[in-house]
T-cell receptor, first 115, second 113 residues
């Protein structure tokens, strides 16, 4: 399977600041990456689909101006949480997939805490 | 829309006990089905998968059979170990969704020595 790396693994930031999370596909070129959010003891909710070279597709209810996604290369997608607030504290996980695949491979996740 | 429903946890078992975690799904097409495992503080690891009806996925002693007639994909293991303690997610992906997964709510498993 594909190897996916997220950075950082955890981050603490002050309310009102912005935080960038990176998702890298280490061993293949990913045209599609997905960003999920997971609250404690809950399931993963898809936030957006990141497509290399084009705009991300956001799920209903996800603020695209708050959660900026950039997929500038085939190996890197970034999620920037802008003007973070305590309610944005969560576990963010990315996954990569490829056209024709049905499965996805996940990064190790990023724990964001906004204080 | 598509959805996945899992049995609620937490599930607490003694070592070497038999494990079943129920999963049922609703889908408009013919999805692929997956079980992912999440250890504390980590991302998700693919445990097993099945892509069509009657397929059996298996890995590390875990098994699940794709039952189209009952729209189920129950996870089983004959003898659990303490190291199996984790959260297990059932998920589906439609053929034309290219890796976009819909997850169940997750079931926490705790295995006691």
């Amino acid at each position: 399977g594909a190897v996916v790396s997220q950075h950082p693994s955890w981050v603490i930031c002050k309310s009102g600041t912005s935080v960038k999370i990176e998702c890298r596909s280490l061993d293949f070129q990913a045209t599609t990456m997905f960003w999920y959010r997971q609250f404690p003891k809950q399931s993963l909710m898809l936030m957006a689909t990141s497509n290399e070279g084009s705009k991300a597709t956001y799920e209903q209810g996800v603020e695209k101006d708050k959660f900026l996604i950039n997929h500038a290369s085939l190996t890197l997608s970034t999620l920037t949480v802008t003007s973070a607030h305590p309610e944005d504290s969560s576990f963010y996980i990315c996954s990569v997939s490829e056209s024709g695949w049905t499965e996805a491979f996940f990064g190790q996740g990023t724990r964001l805490t906004v204080v | 829309g598509d959805s996945v429903t899992q049995m609620e946890g937490p599930v607490t078992l003694s070592e070497e006990a038999f494990l079943t975690i129920n999963c049922t799904y609703t889908a408009t097409g013919y999805p692929s089905l997956f079980w992912y495992v999440q250890y504390p503080g980590e991302g998700l690891q693919l445990l097993l998968k099945a892509t069509k009806a009657d397929d059996k996925g298996s890995n590390k002693g875990f098994e699940a059979t794709y039952r189209k007639e009952t729209t189920s994909f129950h996870l089983e293991k004959g003898s659990v170990q303490v190291s199996d303690s984790a959260v297990y997610f059932c998920a589906l992906s439609e053929v034309n969704q290219g890796g976009k997964l819909i997850f169940g709510q997750g079931t926490e498993l705790s295995v006691k020595p």
